[in-house]
Each structure stands twice: as structure tokens, then as C-alpha cells.
């Protein structure tokens, strides 16, 4: 078995980003480096204009740094036309967000389809896949169901079916448990811990504690750095405050 030149899936070396609001200039990044393995479940917390969705947007090729340079499984990123980047999304990245983002007239099958239709799958190989993508989220029976007929949890459920359909290599989860309860935002990190076990690179952005500490790696981010990067034990033991050795 040949080992891969490099085991990080993100690559990312001094990311900078600022935006221009009239005449003040905004620091998002100042320099961010970071790797992220292939197979980690990574929580990023921070305080709102912290820069962790600025990252976040950046992780998912939804915007580009001002400077600085970034590799998603090898490929550079920061060079991309437009075009390209909308290839490497819908080719590696699987989005989950707050609010579902589920079409509300369309059934949980055809929600879970859409990734599929815009890389051109035919009807046939698009149902079987969705099919498959929402038994392993345990919603088959559920597919001809709209959102609203959905609990929020399962509507989370069906949205992470439809990150899974194209068989992404990473997992972006914006604020995955925020419109959800206690309970459910379980059920919903069990499942994504699940997915991590099997493979899956999940990096979630929360701010809630409890959440992160269900991660495997947490980085905490202040004014555009990163002020803390831990490995921690992650699982449902460490999200009740268990202590890690």
C-alpha cells in the first residue's frame, strides 16, 4: 500500500482576508495557517466577527483570501475562476446548515437529489443514491415527506443526507444544532460523529461549548487568529464535561 504524499485534506498557509466598508478596512484573517487531516472531526468557536465563518467560507471555496494560499486535497484553491470553484465544491465538500435550507414544496428525496441534478445524474442512479443517502441517516421511510410534514431534527437529517449523496471527502457543518433542542442536537452529533468514524472529515462551527466538545480537535478564534488548538477526546462523554486525560 502506497502512503499518500501529504494525510491533510485542508492546507491552508497565512490566510488573510479584509474587506473594504466604506473607508475602514475590515481584518476577517490575519494569517491563519492551519492542516486538517483527512478523517478529523474539527469544532471552530468564536465570538461573533471572530472569523470563523470568514474561515469557514474560505474551508468551502464559497469565497477566496485576500492573500495567502490554500490546498483542498491537493488542489490550489486561492488561483480558482468562479467555475472551478463551484466544480470543487460540488465534488468535495458536503454543506450542512443552521436553518436546513431544505426547498419546502419539495419532498425530503428530491431535496436530497438536488446535488446530484446539478452534476448532471441521471433520474434513475439519482434516486437509488438518494435512497441509500437517507437510509444511512435513518429517514428511508421518510422520502416522500415535504420539510413541514419533517420534525426540525429530521429535516437536519435529511440536510445531511444531501451533503452525503455526491460522497464528499469533507463535511462543513455552519451551526449544524442551532434551530434544533437539546436532544435533538444529540441525536444530530451522534450521527455526524458516526459519519466521522466511518471516514468522513466533518469541520463544525458552533458556539455553544457542549457542541464542540463533541469534536476531536477544537480551535478557538479572536479577532481573526487562532488562539487555541487542542486535540480533545470528543464523543458523548467529553460533551458532558468529562475530563480528558
Not at 99 to 108: D, K, M, W, Y
Request: glycine share 8%.
Amino acid at each position: 500500500m502506497n502512503a499518500p504524499v501529504s494525510s491533510s485534506l485542508i492546507e491552508a498557509r497565512d490566510l488573510v482576508k479584509t474587506y473594504t466598508m466604506g473607508e475602514q478596512t475590515v481584518h476577517a484573517l490575519r494569517g491563519v495557517s492551519l492542516d486538517i487531516a483527512e478523517g478529523d472531526f474539527v469544532a471552530i468557536m468564536g465570538a461573533s466577527g471572530s472569523g470563523k465563518s470568514t474561515l469557514m467560507n474560505i474551508l468551502g471555496c464559497l469565497d477566496l483570501p485576500s492573500t495567502g494560499e490554500y490546498r483542498l486535497a491537493g488542489e490550489e484553491v486561492e488561483a480558482m475562476a468562479q467555475d472551478q470553484l463551484a466544480s470543487i465544491r460540488n465534488r468535495r465538500i458536503g454543506f450542512v446548515f443552521q436553518q436546513f435550507n431544505l426547498l419546502p414544496r419539495t419532498s425530503a428525496l428530491e431535496n436530497v437529489e438536488l446535488p446530484m441534478v446539478y452534476a448532471g445524474v441521471k433520474a434513475a442512479e439519482r434516486r437509488v443514491r438518494s435512497l441509500a443517502a437517507l437510509q444511512r441517516v435513518g429517514l428511508a421511510e421518510r422520502g416522500d415527506h415535504t420539510p413541514s410534514e419533517l420534525s426540525g431534527g429530521q429535516q437536519q437529517r435529511v440536510a445531511i443526507a444531501r451533503a452525503l449523496v455526491n460522497n464528499p471527502q469533507l463535511i462543513l457543518a455552519d451551526e449544524p444544532t442551532g434551530a434544533l433542542d437539546t436532544k435533538t442536537s444529540e441525536d444530530i452529533m451522534r450521527l455526524l460523529t458516526e459519519l466521522n468514524a466511518q471516514g468522513m472529515t466533518v469541520v463544525i462551527v458552533t458556539h455553544e461549548s457542549d457542541i464542540a466538545n463533541w469534536a476531536r480537535r477544537k480551535l478557538v478564534f479572536r479577532d481573526g487568529e487562532i488562539v487555541e488548538d487542542v486535540r480533545q477526546q470528543g464523543g458523548p462523554a467529553a460533551s458532558q464535561g468529562a475530563v480528558v486525560p
